[in-house]
C-alpha cells in the first residue's frame, strides 16, 4: 500500500479508519450523488463527466493522500451545494487503488468534537483550491 496519507495528520487517521475499497483499473467509485467522504491510499482517481457528444471530460486526478468529494463535506457541514448543474460526475480508477472512505455525517460529528478536524478539512479545501486556480490559468494561456 503506498499511503501517501500523514498518519500524524488527525483527519488523513480518522479517513484511513473508515471503510477500505480497493479497486481494479477502470472500477468506477462513486457518483457526485454519494455521501461519503475518501482518502485516496494508493492509486490514482479520475473525476470526469460524460459530454452531451459522448466523450469523457477528466475535471481531476487524485493522488495518495488526497482526500474527495470536498462537495460532500460542504453540503453535510454548510448545506452549500458547491455544484448546481444537471451533469453527473463520476469517480474512476484510473490503475489498481484503494480508498477509504466515512459517511459525511460521520465526519462532521468527529469535526464537531475536535476543531483540529476543522482547520485539517480548510486545509484540503485549500489544497483543490489551489488546484482549480491552476487549471484555470492553464485554460487562459493561449499557448
Same mark, same amino acid.
Not at 469517480?91 to 485539517?120: C, F, G, N, P, W
Given at each position: 500500500?503506498?499511503?501517501? *496519507?500523514?498518519?500524524?495528520?488527525?483527519?488523513?487517521?480518522?479517513?484511513?479508519?473508515?471503510?477500505?475499497?480497493?479497486? =481494479? %483499473? %477502470?472500477?468506477?467509485?462513486?457518483?457526485?450523488?454519494?455521501?461519503? !467522504?475518501? @482518502?485516496? *491510499?494508493?492509486?490514482?482517481? %479520475?473525476? $470526469?463527466?460524460?459530454?452531451?457528444?459522448?466523450?469523457?471530460? !477528466?475535471?481531476?486526478? $487524485? &493522488?495518495?493522500?488526497? !482526500?474527495?468529494?470536498?462537495?460532500? #463535506?460542504?453540503?453535510?457541514?454548510?448545506?452549500?451545494?458547491?455544484?448546481?448543474?444537471?451533469?453527473?460526475? $463520476?469517480?474512476?480508477?484510473? #490503475?489498481?487503488?484503494?480508498?477509504?472512505?466515512?459517511?459525511?455525517?460521520?465526519?462532521?460529528?468527529? #469535526? %464537531? /468534537? =475536535?476543531?483540529?478536524?476543522?482547520?485539517?478539512?480548510?486545509?484540503?479545501? &485549500?489544497?483543490?483550491?489551489?488546484?482549480?486556480?491552476? /487549471?484555470?490559468?492553464? @485554460?487562459?494561456?493561449?499557448?
Amino acid at each position: 500500500m503506498d499511503i501517501g *496519507a500523514d498518519k500524524t495528520n488527525k483527519l488523513h487517521s480518522l479517513l484511513l479508519s473508515g471503510h477500505v475499497n480497493k479497486l =481494479d %483499473k %477502470k472500477q468506477l467509485l462513486q457518483t457526485t450523488d454519494s455521501l461519503g !467522504v475518501s @482518502i485516496l *491510499a494508493s492509486g490514482y482517481i %479520475k473525476r $470526469y463527466l460524460i459530454k452531451n457528444d459522448g466523450n469523457i471530460g !477528466v475535471q481531476i486526478i $487524485y &493522488g495518495p493522500g488526497d !482526500v474527495f468529494p470536498l462537495t460532500n #463535506v460542504f453540503s453535510a457541514f454548510f448545506n452549500q451545494p458547491l455544484y448546481r448543474g444537471r451533469e453527473i460526475f $463520476y469517480y474512476e480508477a484510473m #490503475v489498481d487503488s484503494e480508498i477509504h472512505t466515512i459517511h459525511s455525517q460521520e465526519l462532521l460529528r468527529a #469535526v %464537531k /468534537s =475536535d476543531k483540529e478536524l476543522y482547520a485539517r478539512l480548510l486545509q484540503e479545501a &485549500g489544497k483543490h483550491l489551489e488546484s482549480c486556480v491552476h /487549471s484555470l490559468e492553464n @485554460i487562459a494561456l493561449r499557448s
